[in-house]
């Protein structure tokens, strides 16, 4: 395992860059998985009938499985069942309705609808998120997940099996066992609904993108104790930039039901296949050898038409709850997850490291890669929640325990060194067809990690008064990882507890204030000058905040002060070892800042999601640290209907951030000024179950680097897509 770098190294040390493998067409995966999804809950509904009568389902099962299935909550920053405004720290959630509204279809643009995310696409098919400064490390499915490494996500992860994305913001080792001070990011899977109800969508919009979606639910038993629910979607398109062209297939399948008189058991499957070519591996050069900075065309890439990158994901889980007693319900989770990839890039770089000649574009140099590789994870957990009296009052506890562990194997392919691929280029922008594409050699292993996370997790809700709540809970996790890189290998066991507190008191029935502390343990996959892993990154958070509901509890603000002090964090230092990794340096970093959100309806007929962050970075010698980072951002998603004609809705949606810049591989400053991207949409309900949409986005087509964090290329241009979705 080896460390994300800046985009002068290849991929084949990308320890996240995903391999290939054979995948089922997708009309296969869902001939295969419909029957199987759709056929488990009757067997369970008949083998259920068939048992003792008094285990037969009765109409207070009923209501007991299908209140469940309408009032899932997540467990949210604690692993406790609180509302959002109960939780000690901020938290922002994208539902599924925002996403359709605003054409959101991959997880990358859901995240650009949340408050204090950025969202940093320094190539064409990898990203990182971050928030309050750091990247975040850790993401969830429905509350389970693994540290994600280095918080890279390779393609575009299609949004369509979500029913919301949770961003809780700050420190999070009480969720996850580890982590930094940025936050994580909760995947909230759908399930069945308690109706019959279905959705199909289709949508054409710019660069000829095509976009046909699915949703469909349906009990399966009078009573609605066992449900199901599928979802299926394909799209395809071309894309502003040159010879890039993506294509994406989805699947998603689930039941759940009642199982005995105390029990409820859900089954799931997801299946996904992405297809990316022209792609670009690293991204554009700006500097110029007299220190000036380039512009390019919009549409500039660096690809070549042979380059792809192809993702296959398979999920599945299991997941059982059962009612041990008054209050206390006992949760069994398993996950699977099994990813694989298959690339040949081309990398175009400065290579003499003088930046390019601003009168011929002479400059850069190439280098080819590919790659297939493979990882597969299981995750199981067990938690126990409920409440409990002591002292005249009603207090809720949460235990737990998770096992996790995942295995990556990648394999590289060299090229041909005859091959015109490596060496000088011609002038940039040059043909996507300039240079063709080498011969590849077999592949072979150069890259083996092994990941495994124990935890064992408690928290407790402490009801001091009516008003004064004090939350406590601590982490243990165990942490080991062990493979090889290239001729570097490791063996690596790290321990740590970490403690979280947190306060809440009701000044009034509508106004909350809090405080919470947060330990803070990231193990780090970076390497320093003499090769050696760096130690974990520790240091503690503090969060302090007023969440207030306004207007009869139809909104909710939330302000929220933050302060962060992290010691070792890996920093780059610019340098690289033998094997092409990138050389990073222990770093003390503080941050803090403020963060303002409102959410909810105003009027009747307007919806409102406002959000605003100001940061301050400082590194080791006192200052400003991370100049990629913006320090301000803002967001804004308005909607409504016309009160007059409510047939006709609308609404106007926007990220804005303050300027950023960065240093490139030649020494020369890059800076983007700060600029906003507001995008737009109008719909009209055209019968009581059928919509008509056209989105806007980027309706001021603005022209903007898209990030600077390892490189970056220009953001999309001013683009449309025309919408229509059918309800029964």
């Given amino acids: 395992m080896h460390p994300i770098r800046p985009v002068l190294l290849p991929p084949a040390r990308v320890r996240l860059a995903v391999p290939a493998l054979r995948a089922v067409p997708l009309r296969r995966a869902i001939a295969l998985a419909l029957p199987l999804t759709l056929g488990i809950a009757p067997c369970l509904a008949v083998a259920q009938s068939a048992e003792a009568g008094a285990l037969a389902a009765t109409d207070l099962d009923a209501v007991r499985v299908v209140g469940q299935r309408a009032n899932r909550v997540s467990n949210g920053a604690t692993n406790l069942d609180l509302s959002i405004r109960e939780t000690p720290q901020s938290i922002s959630v994208v539902t599924s309705e925002q996403m359709r509204r605003f054409a959101a279809d991959s997880v990358n643009e859901a995240l650009r609808l949340a408050t204090g995310v950025r969202v940093d696409e320094w190539e064409t098919n990898r990203t990182s998120y971050s928030a309050r400064g750091f990247d975040i490390l850790n993401t969830q499915v429905d509350g389970v997940g693994l540290p994600n490494g280095w918080g890279v996500t390779t393609g575009a992860v299609d949004a369509a099996g979500y029913e919301k994305v949770e961003v809780i913001r700050g420190a999070n080792g009480l969720l996850t066992g580890v982590g930094n001070a940025s936050g994580t990011i909760n995947y909230v899977r759908k399930r069945p609904t308690n109706e019959r109800e279905g959705r199909v969508g289709l949508s054409y919009g710019s660069w000829n993108t095509l976009r046909a979606e699915v949703d469909y639910s349906t009990p399966f038993t009078a009573d609605g104790i066992w449900a199901g629910r599928v979802v299926a979607a394909h799209e395809h398109g071309d894309s502003w930039l040159d010879a890039n062209a993506n294509s994406r297939d989805f699947f998603y399948g689930v039941v759940d039901g009642q199982v005995g008189g105390n029990g409820t058991l859900a089954l799931g499957y997801s299946y996904q296949r992405a297809k990316s070519d022209g792609i670009m591996w690293g991204a554009l050069t700006f500097g110029n050898s007299d220190g000036t900075q380039r512009e390019w ?194 063996d690596q066991t790290t321990r740590h507890t970490s403690p979280y507190g947190g306060l809440t008191f009701d000044f009034s029935d509508t106004v909350l204030g809090y405080v919470s502390y947060s330990d803070i343990y990231q193990p780090q996959d970076q390497v320093d000058e003499n090769d050696r892993y760096l130690d974990a990154s520790q240091g503690v958070n503090y969060e302090a905040g007023i969440k207030a509901d306004w207007l009869d509890g139809r909104l909710l603000t939330t302000v929220a002060v933050f302060k962060a002090d992290q010691e070792g964090l890996a920093t780059p230092t610019g340098r690289y070892n033998e094997f092409g990794m990138a050389i990073y340096a222990p770093v003390d970093v503080r941050s803090k800042g403020v963060e303002l959100e409102a959410v909810g309806r105003l009027t009747e007929h307007l919806e409102l999601v406002a959000g605003y962050t100001a940061l301050r970075l400082d590194g080791l010698d006192g200052r400003d640290t991370y100049p990629w980072v913006p320090r301000r951002a803002a967001n804004l998603l308005l909607s409504g209907r016309v009160a007059a004609l409510p047939a006709l809705s609308w609404g106007l949606g926007g990220r804005w951030q303050g300027g950023i810049f960065n240093t490139e591989a030649s020494g020369y400053r890059v800076s983007q000024d700060s600029y906003a991207v507001l995008n737009a949409f109008v719909a009209w309900d055209v019968a009581p179950d059928a919509t008509l949409r056209l989105n806007a986005n980027n309706i001021t087509d603005d022209k903007y680097i898209n990030t600077l964090r390892y490189s970056g290329y220009y953001g999309a241009p001013a683009n449309y897509t025309l919408s229509v979705d059918w309800r029964f």
């Fill in 297 to 490: 065309p919009r549409s500039a890439s660096t690809t070549q038409d042979w380059t792809y990158w192809d993702t296959t994901a398979h999920t599945a889980f299991a997941e059982y709850t059962h009612d041990v007693a008054d209050d206390w319900e006992l949760r069994l989770s398993y996950n699977w997850r099994r990813n694989t990839g298959d690339q040949r890039m081309f990398y175009a770089f400065d290579g003499l490291g003088t930046g390019l000649d601003p009168d011929t574009g002479l400059g850069l140099s190439g280098y080819p890669w590919g790659g297939d590789d493979e990882a597969t994870a299981h995750l199981g957990t067990a938690t126990l929640n409920g409440t409990y009296r002591m002292f005249g009052r009603e207090h809720e506890a949460m235990v737990g325990l998770s096992r996790a562990r995942s295995t990556t194997d990648s394999r590289e392919r060299t090229a041909d060194l005859s091959s015109p691929a490596w060496g000088p280029l011609p002038p940039f922008p040059y043909p996507t067809d300039a240079i063709p594409e080498p011969a590849w050699s077999e592949p072979a292993l150069y890259s083996e990690l092994d990941q495994e996370l124990t935890r064992a997790f408690a928290a407790t809700r402490i009801a001091l008064s009516d008003r004064f709540k004090a939350i406590v809970g601590a982490n243990h996790a165990r942490y080991r990882r062990s493979g090889r890189s290239y001729d570097l290998a490791f």
